[in-house]
């Protein structure tokens, strides 16, 4: 299963989404418990078990649910783990748990479901571009296929209870991954992010919460979910988008007007690294690849597409390279086989352009 993961592209992934030059995926999360058992932190490992027990009888094995792939997390080796994080379809505290635990994943990755995570079941829809509507009409009717089968932990004052305070309510998460690298080149981004906590929006790297943002990869999520509906939580992020989206944009357009040079030369450096680098590490080349995706969708470079390096931000990652390399790799022998598939990829891609032409 992982040797064909690995092998495409999930359909987040495929750049072609709503505003796709700058808004990567839509996300929508929602955390939900099964109303028989305590929450994660009082479980035992028996009512771990019949945890996933119950959630693979009763709802994995119904209907259209019956046709997700399900993934016993708990049995994987740390690379397969890791695999799945960097795919985004497991949280790293799913990956680094205890006990009884497993990811149920669609054929196009646009949904997942984790087993006993924080919380019983997290169920995790993500969408290319900028489609939060569209991203939450999948979960809610996923949302209301689960609830079919087993009876949630809700109370009719507070609504869905949650292992964690903050997510009480409608135990939804909000988020959109954002590419925003002239915020940062302009030094305008920690005073976009400044604002951004002001209205309760939180901001985290690639992998979420405690990650770095790494490639200049930003997603911005919703903070509470208590005392809001979920089209008001999904309005209070949808609001926000379009005003960093324009952000971005005009800073991309400052660098273009006033520092030319310097971009074009910035954005050529990171061609010609990636291309030419016989050793690199993983941060190094999402911060050169960040700058090359930019050049693409700037128009100083036009033998590039932009799935093919969205493609390269992911499977230039550790777990997926030691998977399409078919074998495990210390750090040092990843850098020169990260070196090798970028070379392979890039230049290909630039040869299959040049054919066309």
């Known amino acids: 299963m992982f040797e064909t993961l690995a092998a495409r592209c999930g359909e987040w992934l495929r750049g072609s989404g709503p505003e796709g030059d700058i808004v990567i995926s839509s996300r929508i999360r929602l955390a939900r418990n099964l109303a028989d058992y305590p929450f994660i932190r009082r479980c035992s490992d028996q009512d771990r078990t019949a945890i996933e027990a119950t959630i693979r009888k009763r709802i994995l094995a119904q209907g259209e649910l019956a046709k997700l792939s399900y993934v016993d997390v708990a049995t994987l080796e740390t690379i397969d783990r890791q695999f799945l ?26 949904l997942s479901l984790m087993v006993n995570e924080e919380d019983h079941l997290r169920i995790q829809v993500m969408h290319s571009g900028l489609d939060l509507n569209g991203a939450w009409q999948q979960i809610d009717r996923v949302d209301d296929l ?56 939180a901001v985290r790297g690639l992998y979420g919460e405690g990650s770095q943002a ?35 944009r005009k800073a991309r357009q400052f660098l273009v007007r006033e520092s030319q040079k310097d971009l074009h030369d910035r954005v050529s450096r990171a061609y010609g690294i990636l291309c030419t680098a016989q050793t690199i590490s993983s941060e190094e080349t999402m911060d050169l690849l960040s700058s090359l995706r930019m050049g693409i969708n700037l128009g100083l ?57």
């Open 146 to 201: 689960i609830e079919e089968h087993v009876r949630y932990a809700y109370h009719e004052q507070f609504g869905y209870l949650t292992a964690c305070p903050t997510n009480v309510g409608t135990g939804m998460r909000v988020s959109v991954m954002l590419h925003l690298p002239a915020l940062v080149i302009t030094r305008q981004i920690d005073k976009v992010f400044r604002s951004l906590q002001k209205i309760s929006l």
């Open 214 to 248: 790494m490639g200049d990869f930003y997603q911005i999520s919703n903070q509470i979910t208590l005392g809001q509906s979920e089209q008001d939580l999904i309005q209070q992020v949808a609001d926000v988008v379009p005003v960093l989206i324009d952000y971005e």
């Open 85 to 110: 994080v960097e795919r985004q379809l497991i949280s790293r505290e799913h990956a680094d748990a205890e006990g009884a635990r497993a990811v149920a994943i669609d054929e196009n990755e646009t």
């Open 301 to 357: 470079i036009d033998d590039l597409e932009i799935p093919t390096i969205n493609k390269l931000f992911i499977h230039t990652q550790p777990a997926h390279l030691q998977k399409l390399s078919g074998a495990p790799l210390d750090s040092a022998d990843r850098n020169i086989e990260r070196a090798l598939y970028l070379q392979r990829h890039l230049r290909r891609e630039h040869r299959d352009d040049a054919e066309k032409n």
